[in-house]
Every structure is written in structure tokens, then in C-alpha cells.
């Protein structure tokens, strides 16, 4: 059976991309490539693996549709991506359109919420905990069905960079675990890495 095929969108830096592609450099799912909205984006300064290519959010919509379904492209990871999914990609990849999100959503999602700005929201409020979640993408911000959660003690003193370090590690070990599993009708992982819990 050939391997489920995938494009993953990034706005950003690509290291939650960049583990996709390691995770499954066994053939498991294959990336057709990788698509960003930002030209100065950090993904360009990373040595990769496959197509890396630029596009622009609504001109290159239809477009791009229309390329990934000749490819046979079956889902959509966003890794990093920071603009909203236009309603004929949802409707197209479904329930295998994906997004990892830096916070135990519900809380802490939404417009504006992404990167250092959800870790100091996080940290200001006093929060016990935080972790990661990973969800099925719709038309509103954070909001789809979640997959997946993994959480983590906020420790004393903990600074927004440190918990997001943190976080940002255990991103790299689930991301490509759930959706690796979601994709090959799999279980989720249950054994956790060391100072996490469900």
C-alpha cells in the first residue's frame, strides 16, 4: 500500500516541520513538499528534503487545490502556520486537515493567540499547568475537534521562553506521532515522554 501523502504549510522557522519530515524519513507518510506565505520566513535558511515553495494566501488558493490533488495529496499539516485555511481547503482534505497548538486549548486560543504571546498570557495568569494540543482544523482559529493533548507542571520561577522551550520539545515528539497514527488508522501514544501527562 503506497503511503498516505501530505503538504505542510509554515509561516515560521519549519522545526515542527522539520520533525515531520524526520519522523518519517522511514516512508511511514510521504511530504509532497512544503508551502510558506512568508518569503523571509526562517523554513528557507533549513536544508531540506523536499520542495520548498512560496505562495500567496487567496491568489494562489484555487491553485494549489488543484496541485495537490494531482499529486494525490490526502491531508494538510499546518506547522507553524499563522493564516486562516480558505473554506475549499477544509472542504476538500476534511477531517485530515491538522494543526498543533502551544496551549491546552480551549484556553489560550484564537485570533492573536500564537507563539510568546500564549506563554506570557500563560505564565501572567498563574496557570499550574500548560501543554500542547492537536486538533483538526475548520474555519475558526483553534476551534476544530481535538486529537490530542499532552500537559506539563509550570514550574517555579518559569520564564514565557522557558515554557516555551518546553513545549516546543514536546511538539517535535507528538506532532508527527498523532498524525502518523491518525493517518494509518493507528492508536495514539500513551507512553509519554519524561515530565509530561495526559
Not at 515560521?12 to 522511514?26: C, E, K, R, T, Y
Not at 486549548?105 to 495568569?125: D, F, R, S
Not at 476544530?144 to 499532552?150: A, D, I, K, S, Y
Not at 514565557?160 to 495514539?188: C, M, Q, S
Amino acid at each position: 500500500m503506497n503511503p498516505p501523502k501530505v503538504a505542510i504549510l509554515v509561516s515560521g522557522s519549519g522545526s515542527n516541520a522539520v520533525s515531520l519530515l524526520d519522523f518519517w524519513a522511514n516512508g511511514a507518510v510521504e511530504a509532497v513538499g512544503i508551502w510558506t506565505n512568508r518569503r523571509t520566513a526562517g523554513i528557507w535558511n533549513r536544508n531540506l528534503d523536499v520542495p520548498l515553495a512560496h505562495f500567496v494566501p487567496g491568489a494562489d488558493d484555487e491553485g494549489l487545490l488543484q496541485q495537490w490533488r494531482s499529486e494525490g495529496v490526502g491531508a494538510l499539516v499546518l506547522a507553524g502556520y499563522l493564516k486562516p485555511i480558505p473554506a475549499s481547503w477544509i472542504r476538500d482534505f476534511g477531517p485530515r486537515c491538522y494543526n498543533i497548538h502551544p496551549a491546552l486549548l480551549p484556553a489560550y486560543g484564537g485570533h492573536g493567540m500564537y507563539g510568546h504571546h500564549i506563554h506570557e498570557a500563560v505564565v501572567a495568569a498563574g496557570e499550574s499547568e500548560s501543554g500542547l494540543s492537536i486538533h483538526r482544523v475548520t474555519e475558526h482559529y483553534d476551534e476544530g475537534p481535538v486529537l490530542f493533548q499532552m500537559r506539563t507542571k509550570l514550574r517555579p520561577n518559569d520564564t514565557p521562553e522557558e515554557l516555551a522551550a518546553r513545549i516546543l520539545k514536546g511538539e517535535h515528539w507528538a506532532y508527527p506521532r498523532v498524525i502518523t497514527a491518525d493517518l494509518l488508522g493507528n492508536e495514539f501514544p500513551t507512553e509519554l515522554p519524561e515530565g509530561w501527562y495526559k
